[in-house]
């Protein structure tokens, strides 16, 4: 099938046609891992994610040695109604700061032997006002999914999305809403630090928001109420799928983003584990609705893909040992 889509039906019928994780490599991670010197189930969640890892890059002793990082910039015209304690002129200037290296984002990215790539998508002409209208037109909607689509390095084996853009915490939590449901204070936080008026405010936007565009299906909400740089995290995860390549997913952004996904197909987010949770209240409730249990906690929400970025070293470490642990036969230890 055609690694190409010109609608967001023609992107839904990608979705449908994913490929799985390969099972003979799952069987020989998992036979692999039954033999190495250690108590069974002694390396707890690490095996699992070894096993996970393995089946989706079809090796049964895998390595980790291409990880991938994009970074997507937006900029989005629901700001004007005051929803964030920055304003918008800061989405350009973190942009330059990514490409000059001086991010958080980019000292995890080098600490953890990543490639980082930044894409800024079209930061002269914010997205619509929600309020007002659809976000996106689809077809704004679908060059964005593209974006990241294309932004996929093929020779990658595991991605990380992150972002930035002043307001998408605010895109972010009528995403969540419009998914899976509840009231638009069960999904808006203080994103970039809002005083308790600010909050209020937020949540008077995202509550009209709702009712101008739900009910909808899930790549309309994504349409309507999203960005630019969600759209292309939802266009690359999708990407990696398809190369069979795996997903660390980031905080509250990039999970509101990836949820598009799961609830346009079933199954579309296997491919994905949680990074982190972040401390962005509503990313508890909505990893709990995916059916996702972080690797870590450690109170961030910066974004920029940073928790992501960060829990590659836990991949890392999971690999490191079941690649390169001995078996019991090979270190000549008996196992009983």
Same mark, same amino acid.
């Given at each position: 099938?055609?690694?190409?889509?010109?609608?967001?039906?023609?992107?839904?019928?990608?979705?449908?046609?994913?490929? &799985?994780?390969?099972? +003979? $490599?799952?069987? =020989? #991670?998992?036979?692999?891992? @039954?033999?190495?010197?250690?108590?069974? *189930?002694?390396?707890?969640?690490?095996?699992?994610?070894?096993?996970?890892?393995?089946?989706?890059?079809?090796?049964a002793?895998?390595?980790?040695?291409?990880?991938?990082?994009?970074?997507?910039?937006?900029n989005?015209?629901?700001?004007?109604?005051?929803?964030?304690?920055?304003?918008?002129?800061?989405?350009?200037?973190?942009?330059?700061?990514?490409?000059?290296?001086?991010?958080?984002?980019?000292?995890?990215?080098?600490?953890?032997?990543?490639?980082?790539?930044?894409?800024?998508?079209?930061?002269e002409?914010?997205?619509?006002?929600?309020?007002?209208?659809?976000?996106?037109?689809?077809?704004?909607?679908?060059?964005?999914?593209?974006?990241?689509?294309?932004?996929?390095?093929?020779?990658?084996?595991?991605?990380v999305?992150?972002?930035?853009?002043?307001? &998408?915490?605010?895109? +972010? $939590?009528?995403? =969540? #809403?419009?998914?899976?449901? @509840?009231?638009?204070?069960?999904?808006? *936080?203080?994103?970039?630090?809002?005083?308790?008026?600010?909050?209020?405010n937020?949540?008077?936007?995202?509550?009209?928001?709702?009712?101008?565009?739900?009910?909808?299906?899930?790549?309309?909400?994504?349409?309507?109420?999203?960005?630019?740089?969600?759209?292309?995290?939802?266009?690359a995860?999708?990407?990696?799928?398809?190369?069979?390549?795996?997903?660390?997913?980031?905080?509250?952004?990039?999970?509101?983003?990836?949820?598009?996904?799961?609830?346009?197909?079933?199954?579309?987010?296997?491919?994905?584990?949680?990074?982190?949770?972040?401390?962005?209240?509503?990313?508890?409730?909505m990893?709990?609705?995916?059916g996702?249990?972080?690797?870590?906690?450690?109170?961030?929400?910066?974004?920029?893909?940073?928790?992501?970025?960060?829990?590659?070293?836990?991949?890392?470490?999971?690999?490191a040992?079941?690649? =390169?642990?001995?078996?019991?036969?090979?270190?000549?230890?008996?196992?009983?």
């Amino acid at each position: 099938m055609p690694q190409t889509f010109a609608t967001l039906s023609e992107f839904r019928a990608l979705l449908e046609a994913a490929p &799985n994780q390969d099972a +003979a $490599a799952v069987s =020989g #991670a998992q036979e692999r891992n @039954g033999m190495l010197t250690k108590p069974p *189930g002694a390396l707890g969640r690490l095996e699992d994610l070894a096993i996970w890892y393995a089946g989706w890059r079809g090796d049964a002793k895998p390595t980790m040695e291409a990880p991938q990082v994009i970074v997507f910039a937006g900029n989005h015209g629901v700001t004007a109604q005051g929803v964030s304690a920055f304003p918008a002129e800061v989405t350009e200037q973190m942009v330059l700061n990514f490409q000059h290296g001086g991010a958080a984002i980019n000292q995890l990215s080098k600490a953890f032997g990543a490639k980082m790539d930044v894409h800024a998508l079209r930061l002269e002409t914010p997205t619509q006002d929600f309020t007002q209208s659809e976000a996106m037109s689809e077809a704004e909607c679908v060059a964005a999914l593209k974006a990241g689509w294309d932004a996929v390095d093929e020779t990658a084996d595991v991605v990380v999305t992150g972002e930035m853009g002043i307001g &998408n915490t605010t895109s +972010a $939590a009528a995403i =969540g #809403a419009a998914l899976f449901g @509840g009231d638009a204070g069960d999904w808006v *936080g203080r994103g970039t630090g809002v005083d308790g008026a600010g909050l209020a405010n937020k949540t008077r936007v995202v509550a009209e928001g709702l009712a101008r565009h739900t009910p909808c299906d899930p790549l309309e909400a994504l349409q309507r109420l999203g960005g630019r740089e969600l759209a292309a995290m939802a266009g690359a995860i999708a990407s990696a799928r398809a190369k069979r390549i795996p997903v660390i997913l980031d905080g509250f952004i990039c999970t509101a983003a990836a949820a598009v996904l799961e609830k346009t197909v079933p199954g579309s987010l296997d491919h994905t584990v949680a990074g982190h949770l972040s401390a962005e209240g509503a990313h508890a409730n909505m990893l709990d609705a995916l059916g996702k249990e972080p690797l870590l906690s450690l109170g961030l929400r910066l974004g920029e893909g940073s928790g992501a970025a960060l829990a590659l070293g836990v991949l890392k470490g999971a690999i490191a040992c079941h690649s =390169g642990m001995a078996t019991f036969a090979e270190a000549g230890v008996s196992d009983s």
